[in-house]
């Protein structure tokens, strides 16, 4: 399984962005997923996750009610949009997946199988 993140850039405080994963390999809604971000010198951090029927959503506190995680079975996407944006959102984000029938802590990302290689956002104020 390979994933492919994209849609990051520079956006102004209060601004939005759409990052998406492209997922290949053994695909659809077998795996879960989740996005997490990370800033230099700092653990990476959840951000949001989705079941792999796409009904069930868990967020991180610090992004609830501004971000939105989806999945698009049908074309193998997972996508994370981001509204009102704020500088402390800035971070290299990643797209990682949970194989199906393996016990998943969407919250942990010693829970996930496979990782993209980063999109990174910029915040500015």
């Known amino acids: 399984v390979q994933l492919q993140a994209s849609g990051g850039g520079l956006v102004q405080a209060g601004g939005s962005l759409r990052l998406s994963c492209a997922v290949s390999?053994?695909?659809?809604?077998?795996?879960?997923m989740g996005w997490f971000r990370q800033t230099p010198g700092k653990e990476r951090e959840f951000v949001a996750a989705?079941?792999?029927?796409?009904?069930?959503?868990e967020y991180a506190d610090s992004v609830k009610g501004r971000f939105t995680i989806s999945r698009d079975n049908a074309n193998d996407m997972v996508y994370l949009q981001m509204d009102n944006l704020k500088s402390e959102d800035t971070a290299v984000y990643y797209c990682?997946?949970?194989?199906?029938?393996?016990?998943?802590?969407?919250?942990?990302?010693?829970?996930?199988?496979?990782w993209g290689q980063g999109t990174k956002v910029t915040v500015s104020s």
């Open positions: 990682a997946a949970r194989s199906w029938g393996r016990s998943w802590s969407p919250h942990d990302l010693n829970s996930y199988d496979y």
């Open positions: 390999g053994r695909t659809g809604s077998s795996y879960r």
């Open positions: 989705i079941s792999g029927s796409g009904r069930g959503t």
